[in-house]
């Protein structure tokens, strides 16, 4: 399946193109992302790591991710917007933020992984499948 898509960030000095559906769209309830979104979750597409173009300087640090591998995550330098994730457990994948899509109304999540450190008061009632770690894992 074929799936354009364009994103950036928050002030448009980053800039990215991908041209293939993502493999998998997920909720991230892991402890780095609720402190990075300030959010209960985060929401990722896993892209191939060759279907997506970037264009602007873009800033990155790497944490320890709570799966134990190491997690880089890129963002634009002027406004700090988050733009995507690169884990060193899925070297073939990178994982865009949803919320730096220029239309994000596409999106179907398809699962929500990381629960065991999802937030007592967060209630999923989607039906959506829920893995405390990753699916693999």
């Not at 220029?102 to 989607?126: C, E, L």
């Amino acid at each position: 399946m074929s799936k354009n898509y364009e994103g950036g960030c928050h002030c448009g000095a980053v800039r990215y193109s991908g041209t293939k559906a993502p493999e998998l769209t997920f909720y991230c309830h892991c402890s780095d992302c609720q402190r990075t979104s300030g959010s209960p979750y985060s929401m990722e597409l896993m892209v191939e790591r060759n279907s997506v173009q970037f264009k602007g300087a873009l800033s990155s640090y790497v944490v320890v991710g709570d799966s134990g591998s190491p997690v880089t995550r890129f963002f634009c330098p002027e406004c700090s917007s988050g733009i995507y994730l690169d884990c060193d457990a899925d070297p073939d994948y990178l994982f865009v933020k949803v919320g730096s899509l220029d239309d994000a109304s596409w999106v179907s999540p398809q699962m929500h992984i990381f629960t065991s450190a999802k937030q007592p008061w967060v209630q999923i009632a989607d039906g959506l499948p829920q893995y405390e770690k990753m699916p693999d894992e």
